[in-house]
Each structure stands twice: as structure tokens, then as C-alpha cells.
């Protein structure tokens, strides 16, 4: 039986501006975790108990990880009051370690064979088993010389001689070493205790594997690692595939789904029709992609991001919640909201205006606040127009309906995300004129109303409320709404309603189905110019319906506009 013990403390901040803003151990590679592939490969090999060491910011990373349920493995957590280093904080661990423990770093990417590592650790019977890899150029980790008998014989800073391996910073332990290390003071088990185990003739066997390394020490190892993990999985579909960085992973699982050979795409996304992508290519999930824009090859984009009209990402990383502006140029960049980083160099570069590279929610807000008072200065502006006709249907439906001429209709809106976290559909009421009694049969005035829809005239007062836009997609009964299953359905969710779109300016008909169809299609290519010139068309679509309504039912009119006689 072994456990595992993941180094999580993020005393190190190794990978500036990026850690920064977010502890080592959750920096995104292709949009997860860098940790999150440390448990993967964990629970692979059947390792099902981890212990994390956490120290400096522990609370985003619990609340990324939780239980490990999501892995099928169980997490729990080790708390340490100081920064020990990853052998203080196994000693601190010692009274929950009491099988064969695999340490291991979780900001760093060690494609070991967990399973062959500990075969040799078990067939040695060895205390300690350092993990070693063949040394990396510039690479800034300790080293180690492997004796003739395969055992490490000395630690040393600088690789020289061919018997020098590098520390990974993974190794196997049996707990009875654990009470060689001083409880409650500083440890590093590559510089502090190896030296003293073979000082003290205490053998520390050497495992060394060929698989991926990456100890993610500086931003153009980090670059590397997203390149690797993606293009392994663009190899993996085709063997023959040269392109790319010639590491590769065994495991290199992306969330999204494939759309097409090295296309890979999360959930919600909605990408315009003219958008030109190259494989390798990962979008995550509720991503929003402009028109004419241009993606890829070797390109991440993290969960939640906008790419505005006509910008242009090659080969760069770009972190979840980023809002990249329109015609903006990004080739070979690591880009979160606000900052434009070059992997190479290291140089940063802080973008102030948000509507070059900022954050989504921030320029959304902006945006939203700004289309919201758009939208409610033009019905304001409207209902001052159109004010006497609003004035007399309004007293024709109070004449029908007995006093009482507005009528709230359920509807659906668009999808939002409730404080917990889930998500829904909103729900909102739609004012109307009263045209109708319960059963279906018209009131006074109301087929007239209906007929040259001016019973929509009150949905002037729900945009001026919030609850509807002038210009969106079309507002759902709960019924029709429950009748979208299919996920390009979904899509329309992603817009808000409005009192026009495509749907009244372009569809035929009411039929569900060709409103969806538009729906769907408006969703994927909206933009400001486009609902202006819907709004421009939507009194000639009014004219074309109004027409045929009246051809329908012009024979019922005079009956409808008589009164009834007394009772």
C-alpha cells in the first residue's frame, strides 16, 4: 500500500508575474491545474490516498481540489504553521504517513511510471528513493551523481561528469527514515537530508525515468509545457504529425471535446462562422470568439474568455476570464487580464485599457451597463413617440378587460449564474395588453390588437425594467424553452431576449423551429452593427406580418370591433 504526499505550500515564487496572481500549483496548463495532472497520474497508477502540504495561499487550492472525488482518489490536507520545505512538511506529516510514501512536487510536471518506480524502490529495499531525470540545459534544479552500484553517491549544484542526474524533487520514502528529520525546522530533501543520509552511509537509491520532466522553474519552461501537452494530444491522434515540441506525455487528456483533428472546444462556446482556426487548438468552456478572428495552431484559450472581431492569437497562452480586444495581435504570448508576457525574454507588459487586453467580467460590466442604458434610453424614447397610440390601445384594452388592460406573460431569458454557482435560465415577466379571457377567446379590441401587434406596445416598459432588450433573441414560454435538449439549441441561451431580432425581421413564421434555427444563428454572429440594422428592419417585417395577418382574418374584424349587447 502507498500513499502520495503532493508539496503544495507555494513558498516559492518562481514563476513571476504568474504567480502573482495565482499559487504555483493551480498555473493552467491547457487550462487545468498544473497539480490537477499530478493526482491524474496518481489515481492511474492506483494510488488513491493523497496528503497535500499546504502553507501560503490555501484556500484557492482547496476549493479547487476538494475531496479528489472528481479523480476517484481522497485528498486530505496538512496544514503547516511555517515554510518547512517539503521535507519539514513530511516530518510534520509524519503521524498520518505509516506505508511507503511517494513525495512529490505539485508545481512541477513528472511523467514517472509510478508503478516501475516502486517496484525498483520495493526490490532495493531501500529507506529513500530519489526520482531522477537526465539533466536539462540551463536547468536551475540540484543534481546528483550515481555511484557504479546505482546508489546517489553525492548532491552537487552544478552538473559535471557523466554519472550526474537531476533531482526531480519526487521521491520514495519509507517512514521510518521520516525520524531523521528535525520535527519543526526548516528541510529541503535534495540539499539538507540527502547529504546527510550518505554522510551517514544511510543508502539512497536512484530511480531514473525517460518520461516528460518539467520542474516549471521559469516562464519559458511553462510556455513549453502548454506546447507539449497540447501537441501530445494532437500526435496522439496522428503518429506521423511532426510539428511541435518533440517532448511528449503519456496521458494528455484535454477537458473539451474534438470538433475536428486537434480542434478541441469546451461547453457554451459560442464561435462566429467566419472564425479561421489551425489544430493544435483548445478553447475552453463559455468562450465567446468574434468575427473574423484567427486562432491558432498551439493555441490555449483558458475557460471564459471573449476574443473580440478581427484579433488574432498564434501559439499563446491565454489564461481564463480574459478579454482579448478587437484586432488585437498576440503570437507566442502568455496573456491574462491586464498583462502581455513574452516567455522568451521575460518581459511583461501591463495593458491599462481594458479593451485592449483586460478582464471579461469588467468589460462585460462596462459594456452591459452601457448597452442597458442604450437600450432603455431608446424605449424611453419610443414610448415618448409613440405615446398617443400607446394612449389609445392602452384605453381600448382597459375597455376590453374591464379596468384592467396590462397582462404579465411568463418568459424565459437568458442564461445566468446563481450565487451557488449553478446555472439557469432567467425567468421574467412580460407586460402585454390584455387581448384574451383565460379560455382563449377575445376580449373587446383584442383581435384588432393582436392583429397589428400593438398588444406588444407594454413591452417597451420590460426593456425600460431590464428584463428584455430591443434587439435579441426571442422571448420563450417555460414550455417551449423545456422543449431545447440538444446543445446547439442551447446556444440561444447565451443571448438575452429582445422585442426584435432575426427571429421577426428574417423568420418566415412563429414555427419553434425556424425561430430557434435564427435564434442560434443570431447568438453566433451578434454584434452592434448587426442589431442596428435589425432594429432599421423591423418596421418593414412589421408591415410584411401585419399584412398577413389581415389577409387571415380580415373577414372577423367588424364582428370583433362591435360591441356586445347589454346584459
Same mark, same amino acid.
Given at each position: 500500500?502507498?500513499?502520495?504526499?503532493? $508539496?503544495?505550500?507555494?513558498?516559492?515564487?518562481?514563476?513571476?508575474?504568474?504567480?502573482?496572481?495565482?499559487?504555483?500549483?493551480?498555473?493552467?496548463?491547457?487550462?487545468?491545474?498544473?497539480?490537477?495532472?499530478?493526482?491524474?497520474?496518481?489515481?492511474?497508477?492506483?494510488?488513491?490516498?493523497?496528503?497535500?502540504?499546504?502553507?501560503?495561499?490555501?484556500?484557492?487550492?482547496?476549493?479547487?481540489?476538494?475531496?479528489?472525488?472528481?479523480?476517484?482518489?481522497?485528498?486530505?490536507?496538512?496544514?503547516?504553521?511555517?515554510?518547512?520545505?517539503?521535507?519539514?512538511?513530511?516530518?510534520?506529516?509524519?503521524?498520518?504517513?505509516?506505508?511507503?510514501?511517494?513525495?512529490?512536487?505539485?508545481?512541477?510536471?513528472?511523467?514517472?511510471?509510478?508503478?516501475?518506480?516502486?517496484?525498483?524502490?520495493?526490490?532495493?529495499?531501500?529507506?529513500?528513493?530519489?526520482?531522477?531525470?537526465?539533466?536539462?540545459?540551463?536547468?536551475?534544479?540540484?543534481?546528483?551523481?550515481?555511484?557504479?552500484?546505482?546508489?546517489?553517491?553525492?548532491?552537487?549544484?552544478?552538473?559535471?561528469?557523466?554519472?550526474?542526474?537531476?533531482?526531480?524533487?519526487?521521491?520514495?520514502?519509507?517512514?521510518?527514515?521520516?525520524?531523521? $528529520?528535525?520535527?519543526?525546522?526548516?528541510?529541503?530533501?535534495?540539499?539538507?537530508?540527502?547529504?546527510?543520509?550518505?554522510?551517514?552511509q544511510t543508502p539512497v537509491q536512484n530511480f531514473t525515468f525517460s518520461g516528460y520532466w518539467n520542474p516549471l522553474t521559469t516562464l519559458t519552461d511553462y510556455y513549453a509545457a502548454q506546447q507539449v501537452f497540447?501537441?501530445?494530444?494532437?500526435?496522439?491522434?496522428?503518429?506521423?504529425?511532426?510539428?511541435?515540441?518533440?517532448?511528449?506525455?503519456?496521458?494528455?487528456?484535454?477537458?473539451?471535446?474534438?470538433?475536428?483533428?486537434?480542434?478541441?472546444?469546451?461547453?457554451?462556446?459560442?464561435?462566429?462562422?467566419?472564425?479561421?482556426? /489551425?489544430?493544435?487548438?483548445?478553447?475552453?468552456?463559455?468562450? *465567446?470568439?468574434?468575427?473574423?478572428?484567427?486562432?491558432?495552431?498551439?493555441?490555449?484559450?483558458?475557460?471564459?474568455?471573449?476574443?473580440?472581431?478581427?484579433?488574432?492569437?498564434?501559439?499563446?497562452?491565454?489564461?481564463?476570464?480574459?478579454?482579448?480586444?478587437?484586432?488585437?495581435?498576440?503570437?507566442?504570448?502568455?496573456?491574462?487580464?491586464?498583462?502581455?508576457?513574452?516567455?522568451?525574454?521575460?518581459?511583461?507588459?501591463?495593458?491599462?485599457?481594458?479593451?485592449?487586453?483586460?478582464?471579461?467580467?469588467?468589460?462585460?460590466?462596462?459594456?452591459?451597463?452601457?448597452?442597458?442604458?442604450?437600450?432603455?434610453?431608446?424605449?424611453?424614447?419610443?414610448?415618448?413617440?409613440?405615446?398617443?397610440?400607446?394612449?389609445?390601445?392602452? $384605453?381600448?384594452?382597459?375597455?376590453?378587460?374591464?379596468?384592467?388592460?396590462?397582462?404579465?406573460?411568463?418568459?424565459?431569458?437568458?442564461?445566468?449564474?446563481?450565487?451557488?454557482?449553478?446555472?439557469?435560465?432567467?425567468?421574467?415577466?412580460? *407586460?402585454?395588453?390584455?387581448?384574451?379571457? /383565460?379560455?382563449?377567446?377575445?376580449? *373587446?379590441?383584442?383581435?384588432?390588437?393582436?392583429?397589428?401587434?400593438?398588444?406588444?406596445?407594454?413591452?417597451?416598459?420590460?426593456?425600460?425594467?431590464?428584463?428584455?432588450?430591443?434587439?435579441?433573441?426571442?422571448?420563450?414560454?417555460?414550455?417551449?424553452?423545456?422543449?431545447?435538449?440538444?446543445? *446547439?439549441?442551447?446556444?440561444?441561451?447565451?443571448?438575452?431576449?429582445?422585442?426584435?431580432?432575426?427571429?421577426?425581421?428574417?423568420?418566415?413564421?412563429?414555427?419553434?423551429?425556424?425561430?430557434?434555427?435564427?435564434?442560434?444563428?443570431?447568438?453566433?454572429?451578434?454584434?452592434?452593427?448587426?442589431?442596428?440594422?435589425?432594429?432599421?428592419?423591423?418596421?418593414?417585417?412589421?408591415?410584411?406580418?401585419?399584412?398577413?395577418?389581415?389577409?387571415?382574418?380580415?373577414?372577423?374584424?367588424?364582428?370583433?370591433?362591435?360591441?356586445?349587447?347589454?346584459?
Amino acid at each position: 500500500m502507498t500513499i502520495a504526499f503532493i $508539496i503544495a505550500t507555494a513558498e516559492e515564487r518562481r514563476l513571476a508575474p504568474l504567480t502573482d496572481v495565482a499559487p504555483d500549483v493551480l498555473l493552467p496548463i491547457v487550462d487545468r491545474p498544473v497539480m490537477a495532472t499530478t493526482i491524474e497520474i496518481l489515481a492511474r497508477a492506483g494510488i488513491k490516498r493523497i496528503l497535500i502540504a499546504l502553507h501560503e495561499q490555501s484556500a484557492p487550492i482547496t476549493a479547487v481540489f476538494g475531496s479528489g472525488r472528481r479523480w476517484g482518489v481522497d485528498i486530505e490536507y496538512v496544514s503547516l504553521n511555517e515554510a518547512w520545505a517539503d521535507g519539514g512538511a513530511l516530518r510534520w506529516a509524519a503521524p498520518l504517513i505509516h506505508e511507503t510514501c511517494l513525495v512529490i512536487p505539485g508545481n512541477a510536471i513528472i511523467d514517472v511510471a509510478i508503478e516501475a518506480a516502486l517496484d525498483h524502490h520495493q526490490r532495493q529495499g531501500a529507506l529513500l528513493t530519489a526520482i531522477t531525470h537526465q539533466p536539462h540545459p540551463h536547468q536551475a534544479t540540484p543534481y546528483a551523481v550515481v555511484a557504479a552500484d546505482g546508489q546517489i553517491g553525492a548532491v552537487l549544484e552544478t552538473p559535471t561528469g557523466a554519472d550526474v542526474v537531476a533531482l526531480t524533487g519526487a521521491y520514495i520514502v519509507e517512514p521510518a527514515l521520516i525520524e531523521h $528529520i528535525p520535527l519543526r525546522s526548516r528541510c529541503v530533501i535534495a540539499t539538507d537530508l540527502l547529504p546527510r543520509l550518505i554522510a551517514g552511509q544511510t543508502p539512497v537509491q536512484n530511480f531514473t525515468f525517460s518520461g516528460y520532466w518539467n520542474p516549471l522553474t521559469t516562464l519559458t519552461d511553462y510556455y513549453a509545457a502548454q506546447q507539449v501537452f497540447l501537441y501530445s494530444a494532437y500526435r496522439a491522434l496522428d503518429p506521423n504529425l511532426t510539428d511541435g515540441p518533440a517532448d511528449t506525455v503519456r496521458y494528455p487528456s484535454l477537458s473539451g471535446r474534438k470538433i475536428a483533428p486537434g480542434i478541441w472546444v469546451g461547453r457554451n462556446d459560442s464561435i462566429h462562422p467566419s472564425v479561421r482556426i /489551425a489544430p493544435p487548438l483548445y478553447i475552453g468552456d463559455n468562450c *465567446w470568439i468574434g468575427r473574423e478572428a484567427e486562432l491558432g495552431p498551439g493555441t490555449v484559450i483558458g475557460s471564459g474568455c471573449m476574443v473580440d472581431d478581427e484579433a488574432t492569437v498564434t501559439a499563446s497562452i491565454v489564461w481564463s476570464d480574459t478579454y482579448v480586444g478587437q484586432l488585437v495581435n498576440l503570437n507566442q504570448r502568455i496573456v491574462y487580464p491586464g498583462m502581455i508576457v513574452d516567455p522568451d525574454t521575460g518581459e511583461q507588459t501591463a495593458i491599462v485599457d481594458a479593451f485592449l487586453i483586460g478582464r471579461v467580467s469588467a468589460v462585460t460590466a462596462s459594456v452591459g451597463r452601457f448597452a442597458s442604458f442604450l437600450n432603455r434610453l431608446a424605449a424611453l424614447l419610443l414610448l415618448i413617440l409613440l405615446s398617443p397610440l400607446f394612449l389609445l390601445t392602452g $384605453i381600448l384594452a382597459a375597455l376590453g378587460s374591464g379596468g384592467r388592460p396590462l397582462v404579465g406573460v411568463a418568459r424565459i431569458g437568458e442564461r445566468i449564474i446563481l450565487p451557488d454557482g449553478h446555472m439557469t435560465l432567467r425567468p421574467f415577466t412580460l *407586460w402585454r395588453w390584455h387581448t384574451r379571457h /383565460a379560455d382563449g377567446r377575445y376580449r *373587446w379590441f383584442g383581435r384588432w390588437l393582436e392583429t397589428y401587434e400593438l398588444h406588444r406596445l407594454p413591452e417597451l416598459l420590460s426593456v425600460l425594467r431590464g428584463d428584455l432588450q430591443l434587439v435579441g433573441v426571442k422571448p420563450l414560454t417555460p414550455n417551449e424553452a423545456a422543449l431545447l435538449n440538444e446543445e *446547439w439549441q442551447q446556444r440561444r441561451h447565451d443571448v438575452p431576449p429582445g422585442v426584435t431580432g432575426l427571429w421577426y425581421v428574417q423568420a418566415s413564421s412563429d414555427d419553434l423551429d425556424t425561430v430557434i434555427i435564427a435564434d442560434v444563428y443570431y447568438s453566433a454572429t451578434r454584434s452592434w452593427r448587426r442589431d442596428l440594422d435589425l432594429l432599421v428592419r423591423t418596421p418593414v417585417a412589421w408591415l410584411r406580418r401585419v399584412t398577413k395577418a389581415h389577409q387571415t382574418v380580415r373577414s372577423s374584424l367588424t364582428p370583433d370591433l362591435t360591441l356586445p349587447p347589454n346584459r
